[in-house]
Structures are given as structure tokens and as C-alpha cells.
């Protein structure tokens, strides 16, 4: 089971709405997929509650719990991904996921504050020996000037993924229960989110297979 951990300082970055629609292209691309919302804002769980399609499972865990979770989780081979959405500041629960973080995503907005808190986060994450790379999200989807100034801060502090722009889909998206792949499968939303994943995926290790 790989993990992957949504993670930033910084309250409305994206984390559950990237959380949301990564969890859907990942399960489309055949991980199957368990969603975990460590935020007491529970923002992921509402979402998975306005969901009717079945395949991806849902659970609460006490950030306590998260440890054992995982071991116990890890002996079913039926679940490949983890996808653990976080709160916007950094605690006990924040550090418990990035503990088993194969790989963290930092969505981080396109202006000085969000890359303000970006940076730190990073840093924290990299000082924990966790693999992570930034995510440009909500960028203007018509002006590059200001996503690419971010782009160049946030190499200078670690890796930058594919960007995300800012699409209403991914808003009608979360208030349908659904990803923006499900959304509108066609859309620039959906081939952005499908583009994350596959360079997310390929950046986690591959799993270890125990003797
Ligand atoms: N790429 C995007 N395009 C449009 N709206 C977005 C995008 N990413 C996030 N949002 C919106 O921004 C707000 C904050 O996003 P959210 O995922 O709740 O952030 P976080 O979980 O980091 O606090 C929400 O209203 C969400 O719908
Ligand atoms: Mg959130």
C-alpha cells in the first residue's frame, strides 16, 4: 500500500479538493483507493458522504490511531493507495501521516503568502526525510506570469508537480460528491488532475513485496 499525504500550513491551498479528485483518477487508473481524513474539519468525509458510486472506501481514523491503521491496513493486499488529507496547520496529526508518507503533495496558491507558508511546510516535510513535491494550484488558467514566478521559488525548495489551475469544475465537482474526471471526463480539469496522478504515481516507490 503506498501512501499519499496532502499536506501545507496554509487553510484553502487545495488539499481536499486535490485530495478528492486524486483519490478519483487513482481509482480510475486501477489503485484501489482508501480515502482518510485526518482534518477535523472533516471536509473529505462529507464529500465521500455525497458519494453514490462504490469503489472507494472511506475511514475515520483518530490521528492515535493512524499508526496501528496503517500496520493493520497493510496486511489487507487488497488496498494499493492511501490518500490521508490533513488539517491546514501543522500538529500531531499532521506529523503522524507524513510519518508514512511515501510521497506528500504541498498545494501551494500562486501568491506571495501562499508561497510563504509553502516553503516552511516543505521544509518540514524534507527535515522528516519524506519525498514531497509542490503543487501549483489555482493558477490563472489564462495568465502564466505569476504561476511561473511560483514555479521558480518553490524549485529553489524542492520538486514542482504538474500545475492545477483554477476551474469551477473542481468546486461543482466536491459539491456532487464526485472527481472532476467524473465530472466532466473530457474537461481541462480532468486531464490536469489525471497528468498529477500519473506523475505522483510515478514518483512513489514501488512497493516492497515481503518474502
Ligand atoms: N483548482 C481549483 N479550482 C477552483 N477552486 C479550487 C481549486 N482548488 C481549490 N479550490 C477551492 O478553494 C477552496 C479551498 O480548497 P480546499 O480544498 O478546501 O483547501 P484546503 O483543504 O487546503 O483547506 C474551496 O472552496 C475549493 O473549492
Ligand atoms: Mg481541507
Redesign the pocket.
Given at each position: 500500500m503506498q501512501i499519499l499525504v496532502?499536506a501545507?500550513q496554509?487553510?484553502?491551498?487545495?488539499?481536499?479538493?486535490?485530495?478528492?479528485s486524486l483519490a478519483v483518477a487513482a481509482y480510475e487508473a486501477g489503485e484501489r483507493v482508501v480515502v482518510v481524513d485526518l482534518?477535523p474539519?472533516k471536509?473529505l468525509t462529507s464529500w465521500g458522504a455525497l458519494r453514490s458510486a462504490s469503489g472507494i472506501v472511506f475511514r475515520t481514523v483518530a490521528p492515535d490511531d493512524f499508526n496501528q491503521w496503517v500496520v493493520r491496513t497493510r496486511q489487507i493486499p487488497v488496498v494499493s493507495l492511501c490518500i490521508v488529507?490533513t488539517p491546514?496547520t501543522f500538529g500531531p496529526g499532521v506529523d503522524v501521516a507524513l510519518g508514512h508518507a511515501d510521497c506528500a503533495l504541498v498545494?501551494v496558491?500562486a501568491s506571495v503568502l501562499d508561497l510563504w507558508a509553502g516553503v516552511p511546510t516543505a521544509r518540514r516535510i524534507g527535515v522528516m526525510g519524506r519525498r514531497f513535491a509542490f503543487v501549483v494550484?489555482?493558477?490563472s488558467p489564462v495568465s502564466y506570469a505569476r504561476t511561473n514566478d511560483a514555479i521558480a521559488t518553490l524549485g529553489e525548495n524542492g520538486l514542482v508537480g504538474p500545475v492545477?489551475?483554477?476551474?469551477?469544475?473542481?468546486?461543482d465537482a466536491?459539491a456532487s460528491g464526485l472527481g472532476v474526471t467524473e465530472l466532466d471526463p473530457t474537461g481541462k480539469?480532468a486531464s490536469?488532475i489525471r497528468e498529477l496522478w500519473a506523475w505522483t504515481k510515478q514518483r512513489m516507490p514501488t512497493e516492497q513485496v515481503s518474502a
Open positions: 496532502l501545507s496554509k487553510g484553502g491551498s487545495g488539499k481536499s479538493t486535490l485530495a478528492a482534518d474539519q471536509s488529507d491546514g498545494p496558491r494550484n489555482g493558477a492545477v489551475s483554477e476551474r469551477v469544475a473542481h468546486r466536491i480539469a490536469e
